[in-house]
């Protein structure tokens, strides 16, 4: 009689599947590069949120975080376009079955230089969707020149100093009607994953900015980009966790008026607790104030920055009928000859 060998079973979620099932290829970026993590964490989150990866859509543009949705959802649908236009396809292939979840990831470069202009017609529309930008302040693939979001007056041994205002890619989402926009720090990994946990769950564009520091090219101790200034400057806005719509809301042991609750769309929770400062993230004003305060102040403020979970998405802007647009026969996009007659009497 000899002993069976004892296996392990990976632990699964509540649609049956494992963790490994949401990965994706091996990476290829640098070793310790902020993007890893960030993917690792996208992972996690689509896991415990019992997300289907294949009723998940990945886009993305040109650059190292262009690179990220290679490593993360494996049997997902993706697709990797051109410089700057990943927001137009994600808007083209949204339309085309509006119950498919969308994931966007993008850079500083992607975002804030060639598609600035998508970017800000994504945001202003509404459009629902994940949009993940992995910022660097630099431009990885071309040898580390700086990006639109680099410091002004920060110094690269072979690229010279940067003479320009950085863009705030929260501030430019939040000005243009984005409905969620939130700031993290690669190094945080735990704020990252409730963080895109409420952002997939959001009827809405979710923008989040993610520091993500560039090893290679710009992991100055004095860029905010860097992880040593990250780990020592940033300045959580709250607690943050998110609570599934299935679990009980458990809140205990705090103080009276220290806990914020936002209801999501699908019935989930942000819960915040406040720190050091009254700050309400549903008020647009504050949170221009505030993004503000944190530029004059070299403050690297992370967390949720605004959210409007009632504000209309562009999918509520149009009379769409349930059944996927990209799944409509011939017949039934045909106008009725009754529909052409109303039409064409309207013209006389």
Same mark, same amino acid.
């Given at each position: 009689?000899?002993?069976?060998?004892?296996?392990?079973?990976?632990?699964?979620? %509540?649609?049956?599947?494992?963790?490994?099932?949401?990965?994706?290829?091996?990476?290829?970026?640098?070793?310790?590069?902020?993007?890893?993590?960030?993917?690792?964490?996208?992972?996690?989150?689509?896991?415990?949120?019992?997300? =289907?990866?294949?009723?998940?859509?990945?886009?993305?543009?040109?650059?190292? &975080?262009?690179?990220?949705?290679?490593?993360?959802? /494996?049997?997902? +649908?993706?697709?990797? /376009?051109?410089?700057? !236009?990943?927001?137009?396809?994600?808007?083209?292939?949204?339309?085309?079955?509006? *119950?498919?979840? #969308?994931?966007?990831?993008?850079?500083?470069?992607?975002?804030?230089?060639? /598609? +600035?202009?998508?970017?800000?017609?994504?945001?202003?529309?509404? +459009?629902?969707?994940?949009?993940?930008?992995?910022?660097?302040? @630099?431009?990885?693939?071309? =040898?580390?020149? +700086?990006?639109?979001?680099?410091?002004?007056?920060?110094?690269?041994?072979?690229?010279?100093?940067?003479?320009? %205002?950085?863009?705030?890619?929260?501030?430019?989402? $939040?000005?243009?009607?984005? *409905?969620?926009?939130?700031? &993290?720090?690669?190094?945080?990994?735990?704020?990252?994953?409730?963080?895109? =946990?409420?952002?997939?769950?959001?009827? /809405?564009?979710? @923008?989040?900015?993610?520091?993500?520091?560039?090893?290679?090219?710009?992991?100055?101790?004095?860029?905010?980009?860097?992880?040593?200034?990250?780990?020592?400057?940033? *300045?959580?806005?709250?607690?943050? *966790?998110?609570?599934?719509?299935?679990?009980?809301?458990?809140?205990?042991?705090?103080?009276?008026?220290?806990?914020?609750? #936002?209801?999501?769309?699908?019935? &989930?929770? #942000? @819960?915040?607790?406040?720190?050091?400062?009254?700050?309400?993230?549903?008020?647009?004003?504050?949170?221009?104030?505030?993004?503000?305060?944190?530029?004059?102040?070299?403050?690297?403020?992370?967390?949720?920055?605004?959210?409007?979970?009632?504000?209309?998405?562009?999918?509520?802007?149009?009379?769409?009928?349930?059944?996927? $647009?990209? !799944?409509?026969?011939? =017949?039934? $996009?045909?106008?009725?000859?009754?529909?052409?007659?109303?039409?064409?009497?309207?013209?006389?």
């Amino acid at each position: 009689m000899t002993d069976t060998p004892l296996t392990s079973v990976s632990p699964t979620n %509540l649609i049956g599947l494992t963790r490994a099932d949401y990965k994706g290829a091996v990476s290829t970026l640098c070793q310790g590069c902020g993007h890893n993590s960030i993917a690792n964490q996208i992972i996690a989150a689509c896991y415990e949120l019992n997300i =289907k990866p294949e009723k998940t859509m990945k886009f993305s543009g040109i650059g190292c &975080s262009s690179k990220s949705p290679t490593y993360f959802l /494996g049997h997902s +649908f993706g697709f990797n /376009g051109l410089h700057g !236009r990943m927001p137009s396809l994600a808007q083209g292939a949204g339309f085309g079955d509006t *119950s498919m979840r #969308i994931i966007g990831v993008s850079g500083d470069g992607d975002t804030a230089s060639i /598609g +600035f202009g998508q970017f800000k017609h994504l945001s202003r529309r509404n +459009f629902p969707m994940t949009y993940i930008v992995e910022n660097n302040g @630099v431009y990885g693939l071309t =040898k580390g020149q +700086f990006s639109a979001t680099a410091e002004r007056g920060k110094t690269l041994k072979k690229q010279g100093t940067s003479r320009y %205002l950085p863009v705030d890619i929260c501030m430019e989402a $939040l000005i243009s009607n984005a *409905s969620f926009v939130a700031r &993290s720090f690669a190094g945080d990994p735990r704020q990252v994953k409730d963080l895109i =946990k409420a952002a997939l769950s959001h009827r /809405g564009l979710s @923008v989040l900015d993610i520091i993500s520091p560039c090893v290679t090219f710009y992991n100055l101790d004095t860029s905010l980009h860097s992880y040593s200034w990250g780990k020592d400057h940033e *300045s959580h806005l709250h607690e943050l *966790s998110f609570v599934p719509p299935r679990e009980e809301i458990m809140i205990e042991d705090f103080e009276e008026n220290t806990i914020r609750e #936002i209801e999501l769309h699908d019935g &989930s929770t #942000i @819960v915040l607790k406040k720190l050091d400062v009254e700050y309400d993230p549903t008020n647009r004003w504050d949170a221009m104030h505030m993004l503000e305060e944190a530029y004059l102040n070299d403050w690297l403020v992370t967390g949720l920055i605004y959210v409007d979970p009632d504000q209309p998405s562009m999918y509520d802007l149009y009379n769409l009928v349930d059944k996927p $647009l990209n !799944r409509l026969t011939e =017949k039934e $996009l045909r106008p009725s000859e009754e529909a052409l007659n109303k039409i064409n009497a309207r013209m006389f």
